[in-house]
């Protein structure tokens, strides 16, 4: 039985999330949340998780604990139960998120990379601590350069999963993805998919993306901050990462104290704003979207209808 997957993506801030809530409701769609961060308990205002309340309705919230490991291949098997329920019902599966490996994960596969290997991370989180991420980039530069233009040279989770793939086989980590397809292509034969994006003019997404984060800090995202940090389990690179967390958490680690300076806010809307551009590079070079254009001010559920259509 094919089973039909909607996926509404699009940048932080567009609106998706409530687009997809409500469409998954009018639909009685399975609805699976497409978020590298949201997975991570405790890691709730920073991430725009959806209210305790409203979590019961989707899949792939609260997965793991911040200091634990999660990554493509594990959402791979979150995507795979959802899709057994999915079948079991009769139901369409809505995902919708941000994370755009994971919608690859899920409805194609992954390249044929290694394993993690610990040893040759801890040698080059200990390079990056003696020399600094910059240092890892310019390596990175020499042994693979489609990586490196594509990673910002401050993500040192990503960074390091492309040296390490470099040392372990000797090949670059962009001749892997080549390989296997690179971006999205070929649907597994089990699925129909449909891939909707929200797509907003840069100056309103500009606008909502600083908004938004002045009223995640207004909402206790420093003190969420504060508490991982102090949690003695500790925090996993991935999770440490996650966007804005790291530019709060350096600031906490370098002595900060109660509300972050605007100094501090500016970076995190800055690094936010780059992340947004990134996420509709990225969107626009896939085959086959559909997009969902929305008015300055106004809201993503203006589309409704017309993803609803789609399931029907």
Not at 49 to 60: D, S, V
Not at 92 to 104: E, F, H, V
Not at 188 to 213: C, H, Q, S
Request: contains cysteine; hydrophobic residues 40%; neutral net charge.
């Amino acid at each position: 039985m094919t089973i039909h997957v909607i996926a509404i993506m699009g940048a932080t801030a567009s609106g998706k999330a409530e687009l997809a809530r409500a469409a998954a409701r009018e639909a009685g769609a399975l609805l699976v949340s497409c978020d590298s961060m949201k997975v991570y308990r405790g890691m709730d205002v920073g991430t725009a998780k959806p209210p305790p309340a409203e979590r019961g309705e989707w899949l792939g919230l609260d997965l793991v604990d911040p200091w634990e490991r999660f990554d493509a291949s594990r959402f791979r098997g979150v995507f795979d139960d959802a899709l057994a329920r999915a079948r079991a019902e009769g139901r369409p599966l809505l995902l919708s998120g941000g994370t755009m490996l994971y919608l690859k994960a899920a409805t194609e596969g992954l390249c044929e990379a290694p394993p993690r290997d610990e040893d040759v991370r801890r040698a080059l989180a200990a390079e990056a601590e003696v020399a600094g991420v910059g240092a890892l980039h310019e390596r990175l530069q020499a042994v693979d350069p489609p990586a490196a233009a594509r990673i910002h040279r401050n993500d040192l989770r990503r960074i390091v999963r492309a040296l390490e793939v470099h040392t372990v086989t000797g090949r670059a980590l962009s001749d892997l993805h080549a390989e296997s397809g690179g971006r999205l292509r070929e649907v597994r034969p089990d699925l129909r998919r449909t891939v909707f994006v929200v797509r907003r003019e840069r100056e309103d997404m500009d606008r909502r993306i600083d908004g938004r984060v002045l009223r995640m800090l207004e909402l206790g995202w420093t003190e969420e901050c504060e508490r991982l940090l102090a949690d003695p389990r500790g925090i996993s690179t991935e999770a440490a990462q996650a966007l804005g967390y790291r530019e709060l958490f350096a600031w906490l680690r370098s002595g900060g104290a109660g509300s972050p300076p605007e100094e501090v806010v500016r970076r995190v809307q800055t690094a936010t704003r780059r992340f947004a551009r990134r996420q509709l590079t990225w969107l626009r070079h896939l085959d086959g979207v559909e997009m969902l254009d929305v008015a300055p001010e106004g809201r993503a559920l203006d589309v409704l209808e017309r993803v609803v259509t789609s399931m029907r």
